[in-house]
């Protein structure tokens, strides 16, 4: 059996990990690269990533990378298709409830220019001119998304540089394609919140995304006392009220799975399904009091 090419790391915040099988050991340095790349691109907390740059231009088109050209266009269609549960513009609410400073470094986002929030239909995309423009008063955070788009991009890259399989995993959303080398699928745990490390379910994949959103990690307390996290439900402009704890989501590619992971955790559990059901996902989620939510569909991945 061939020994496949792993290395655990830190990136975009998160503890992340990849494993590649075949190919040089080289693309384990080429797939970390990329991924810090796409941070210095996609943080807030930089003032010169694309993103920052975008949110203090004052409504006026800034010229970025054509992968944030990519992610944001991706971020747009999650909202259409979430049907605006998901939305990346909901940053001056996020820093308002006190996500104000970077979980690595502990250093301060550059100050959000405005307070207008739900203006994902007026962002601005153009291609042929490689800018995106944010309008004035709004600004857009890709933490719902940014991962799981970074993960499917370096998966797709790293097969085409020559590995057989690969996963690439940020923070627990993840993407793999390809396969081991010593069987047909990748076999993949949903931890259970409430009695880490043990799981809720066992899946069985060759290719696809999961992503987990939840309350249990980014969280704090507010000056007045009030328990808050980064979940911003758009309809509210609040944190979410949900009594869910995670939602798992099993996609075509890991940015489908993170959005409409943070989508389900704006809802309720049996509505969550709902919603992943009729988009054709499947998925898990567990709540406050334990009460486990699964998707008709969850059984063609379980092991």
């Not at 962002?123 to 490689?130: E, H, I, K, R, T």
Request: net charge negative.
């Amino acid at each position: 059996m061939t020994t496949p090419h792993q290395r655990d790391f830190r990136v975009m915040g998160c503890a992340s990990y990849l494993v590649i099988h075949g190919g040089e050991p080289a693309l384990l340095d080429i797939a970390e690269a990329r991924l810090r790349e796409l941070e210095s691109l996609w943080s807030r907390f930089r003032d010169d990533s694309d993103i920052t740059r975008a949110n203090v231009a004052a409504g006026l088109p800034v010229v970025v990378h054509e992968d944030t050209l990519a992610v944001v266009s991706r971020a747009i269609d999650a909202w259409k298709q979430t049907a605006g549960r998901f939305d990346i513009t909901m940053l001056p609410a996020l820093v308002h409830a006190g996500y104000t400073h970077s979980t690595v470094d502990h250093s301060a986002a550059p100050a959000v220019p405005g307070s207008r929030v739900g203006m994902s239909g007026w962002l601005q995309v153009d291609y042929a001119a490689s800018t995106l423009t944010v309008p004035a008063g709004a600004a857009i955070d890709l933490g719902g998304i940014g991962k799981g788009f970074a993960a499917d991009i370096v998966a797709e890259e790293t097969i085409e540089a020559g590995a057989t399989g690969v996963i690439v995993n940020i923070g627990g959303d993840l993407r793999v394609l390809g396969t081991p080398a010593d069987d047909t699928s990748w076999y993949l745990g949903v931890e259970d919140p409430h009695h880490v490390p043990d799981h809720l379910a066992f899946l069985r994949m060759s290719d696809g995304g999961v992503a987990t959103s939840g309350t249990t990690i980014r969280h704090w307390t507010t000056s007045d006392g009030r328990q808050a996290h980064h979940l911003i439900d758009p309809r509210s402009g609040l944190p979410s009220t949900t009594r869910l704890l995670t939602a798992t989501v099993i996609a075509a590619d890991a940015a489908t799975a993170e959005a409409f992971a943070t989508a389900a955790m704006m809802l309720p559990g049996a509505e969550a399904v709902a919603l992943l059901d009729e988009v054709r996902l499947a998925g898990i989620a567990v709540d406050a009091d334990g009460t486990v939510f699964r998707t008709a569909t969850l059984k063609d991945f379980e092991s």
